[in-house]
């Protein structure tokens, strides 16, 4: 791929970008260190921060506009990480500033939603604290112009993330799903360690710049297997099959949390790692191959547990998984995909980020009550929350001309174009997003009222509708403006490189038409079964596809019996050597020296003339030993 | 002449060390341990005069001033347990055991 040369020594705003970072990570220590005293305006220091951040990330991606496209890839050095291995860096380039701006306005946002969500909480300092402190690690992942730098982001968000969904900790189901994250994604961080480790030996440098440059050289068995490890790595922090068992249980964490790192932010961090990666896949084709595979399988079980799903929640994480499958499947596209890709995770942030939010200002209205069997006809008493979910409903389901239509469809366009068949379960794909997601709209908003009886609903203080509004008009303009002749494609291009020939919007090709019409299915069938009919208040039994979908495709049963039930076996048969043999020595020697002194003491009788007679034998074997001694 | 100081020696040594293994008497006991002591004063001293040299006396004149020091631990020791048990015999004190 052709990119652009990085250029040392940047100035202005980009210069100054390392306070992107240094903001929000100010703030999160000045909030913990600074305990209770902060309790009264913690929460507005944390919004404060945040917006720093984003002013910055303004600033820098205005001076990047003034520039030439060569120039548009700029290092900013910051300091000798490790003295001759690793130097420090910011890389800001078209790539990573659309990451930049991504995080901290949208980060932004769901801040200031936060003050509101979480106005009745007693630790909501706490919250803001951990949520600056993901910021400034996903920055950090993002902007980081070396895999080190991003290694300590990939680990400070899986930290976040942890914090955060178990943020309630009191609640042993947010503890388990907590640690549950943890656990998975340290599957996912060991084999990008690895994989670092790999790049490392083999190109002698972890910088962006010197890999790249001669990533097309090395072994081709080698290539596959580092952007194997990446991508390893990827599925872990990214929840796609086969690590994608924490996601769903990840929803334990408060909304703002699900909405900024379950769904806009830090999931997407395997997206720009596949895609920062661009060199490394696009030698190793296999390697590249198998990410669209991971991306499909993904996009396919994210959408079919989507369907489901009671949690509102949860309906909402199976999306994620899902949207972000076919984020994956662009960015194993190569060049082609990669601006579909970040153009549908920029979208997707919008519009996820803005469902997630309705969602909790339906919870916030509902007495946290996330069963949809609960909701319905919620509209006409929330109607800018109703209106906005509807928004970013109506985007993800790619209604024309709203966002997730073009980003959606080029990604599909885009597939077709590289492996049809990868296309068309993208087709599919689509089609059952239609359903899931009219599901999730009208058990919500439409259909009979099913509320507990103590269920008082009402509008959420415009602290959490501003955001929403905000987020809704991204939701509608951002996928056009992107796409549109191929605005995002040509800035992306001194990072990521671009195709030989762009590639043009068909809105009438086959595949996009198909893809509409079993969106229009899918959307039909959800009206038929969850809106004009009676939604019953308990789950039925439902057919075994239904109990399939409900059980996560069975992904904890597999995990159960794949490893932990062996694992639980070795455990049980290292007690078992530690109790038998090596407790056994020690204990055995132990009870063999005991008993000898227990009998030995005996001679301790506490009568002098005996032990003047031992003393006097003693002599006298000394005489005797040295007479021996002499006559020789 | 030196192997009759010698032998004066021995057995002033002998009937020291057998005093302290047969007699209960604390005070006896401990008279022996001088008198053994003083068996190896008498050889030293001997000794020295033999080869002519004043390392034995000197060795002599240390023994003395250890058995001074000890006399006076001993005694003490001695009478406080006669004090307290109103016995002087070594095989009643025997507290200080396993």
């Known amino acids: ?632 | 002449m030196t192997t009759h100081y010698l032998v004066l020696s021995v057995l002033l040594f002998t009937i020291g060390a057998v005093g302290v293994l047969i007699r209960r008497n604390a005070i006896v006991a401990f008279m022996c341990v001088e008198l053994m002591l003083n068996a190896c004063n008498l050889a030293f001293v001997t000794f020295a005069r033999q080869h002519g040299n004043l390392d034995g006396q000197i060795i002599a004149f240390f023994v003395m001033v250890v058995a001074a020091a000890e006399v006076v631990v001993g005694l003490a020791i001695i009478v406080t347990i006669f004090r307290t048990r109103r016995s002087a015999s070594i095989d009643d004190a025997n507290l200080l055991k396993y």
Request: some cysteine; charged content about 10%; aromatic content about 10%.
């Open chain 1, 1 to 632: 791929m052709e990119t652009a040369e990085i250029i040392q020594g940047a100035g202005g705003a980009i210069g100054a970008s390392w306070l992107m970072i240094a903001l929000p990570l100010l703030g999160a220590a000045i909030l913990l260190l600074g305990g209770r005293r902060t309790n009264g305006w913690g929460h507005l220091l944390g919004v404060a921060m945040s917006l720093g951040a984003f002013v910055v990330a303004v600033l820098s991606f205005v001076q990047m506009l003034g520039l030439d496209d060569s120039r548009r890839r700029q290092a900013v050095e910051l300091f000798d990480f490790i003295p001759g291995m690793v130097k420090m860096g910011l890389l800001i380039d078209p790539l990573s500033i659309s990451f930049a701006l991504l995080i901290t306005g949208v980060g932004s946002l769901i801040h200031i939603y936060s003050i509101g969500y979480m106005s009745h909480d007693p630790d909501r300092r706490r919250f803001f604290a951990y949520l600056n402190l993901f910021v400034a690690a996903m920055l950090l992942l993002v902007l980081a112009d070396n895999y080190v730098g991003l290694y300590i982001g990939w680990e400070g968000v899986g930290l976040a993330s942890y914090l955060l969904i178990g943020f309630w900790q009191h609640k042993p189901s947010a503890a388990t799903a907590a640690k549950k994250a943890f656990i998975v994604n340290r599957v996912g961080d060991f084999g990008l360690a690895i994989g670092i480790f790999t790049i490392w030996t083999t190109f002698g440098s972890v910088a962006y710049g010197p890999v790249f440059e001669v990533a097309g050289e090395a072994d081709q068995g080698v290539l596959t297997a580092i952007g194997l490890l990446l991508l390893l790595g990827a599925c872990g922090k990214s929840a796609q099959l086969p690590l994608q068992s924490w996601l769903l249980d990840a929803m334990e964490g408060p909304t703002p949390v699900s909405a900024l790192i379950h769904a806009a932010t830090m999931v997407t961090a395997g997206v720009y790692l596949v895609v920062r990666s661009g060199a490394i896949f696009e030698a190793a084709s296999t390697a590249q191959f198998v990410v669209t595979i991971v991306g499909v399988a993904t996009l396919l079980a994210g959408a079919i547990i989507g369907c489901a799903k009671d949690d509102i929640k949860k309906a909402l994480a199976g999306s994620t998984m899902s949207q972000i499958g076919y984020m994956m499947l662009a960015a194993g596209l190569g060049p082609v995909g990669y601006a579909f890709a970040i153009a549908h995770l920029i979208t997707h942030g919008f519009f996820k980020a803005n469902m997630f939010l309705g969602a909790g200002s339906v919870m916030h209205a509902m007495n946290d009550e996330v069963d949809m069997r609960k909701y319905g006809g919620l509209f006409s008493v929330m109607k800018v929350t109703a209106i906005t979910f509807g928004i970013g409903y109506l985007a993800i389901i790619g209604f024309p001309l709203l966002s997730g239509y073009f980003t959606k469809d080029g990604i599909i366009e885009s597939a077709m174009h590289v492996n049809p068949v990868l296309g068309w379960l993208a087709v599919a794909g689509a089609g059952i997003t239609g359903f899931y997601m009219s599901r999730v709209m009208f058990m919500t908003f439409f259909g009979k009222r099913r509320w507990a009886p103590d269920a008082h609903p009402h509008e959420s203080p415009a602290v959490m509708t501003i955001p929403l509004v905000i987020l809704s008009i991204g939701s509608v303009f951002l996928g056009a403006y992107l796409i549109l002749g191929n605005r995002l494609m040509l800035f992306l291009a001194p990072a990521v490189g671009r195709p030989a020939d762009l590639p043009g919007f068909h809105p009438f090709s086959a595949p996009g038409l198909t893809t509409l019409a079993l969106v229009a299915v899918g959307a039909a069938i959800a009206w038929a079964k969850y809106g004009r009919a009676e939604v019953p208040q308990v789950a039925p039994r439902g057919s075994f596809l239904t109990t399939f979908a409900r059980r996560d495709l069975y992904g904890d049963a597999l995990n159960e019996s794949l490893f932990m039930r062996p694992g639980q076996w070795l455990t049980r048969i290292a007690v078992f050597f530690d109790n038998r043999a090596v407790d056994g020595l020690v204990n055995g020697l132990a009870a063999g020296i005991g008993g000898t002194s227990g009998r030995m003491r005996r001679l301790q009788n506490g009568f002098v003339r005996s032990y003047a007679l031992s003393i006097l034998f003693g002599a006298a074997m000394v005489v005797g030993a040295l007479l021996y001694v002499g006559t020789l």
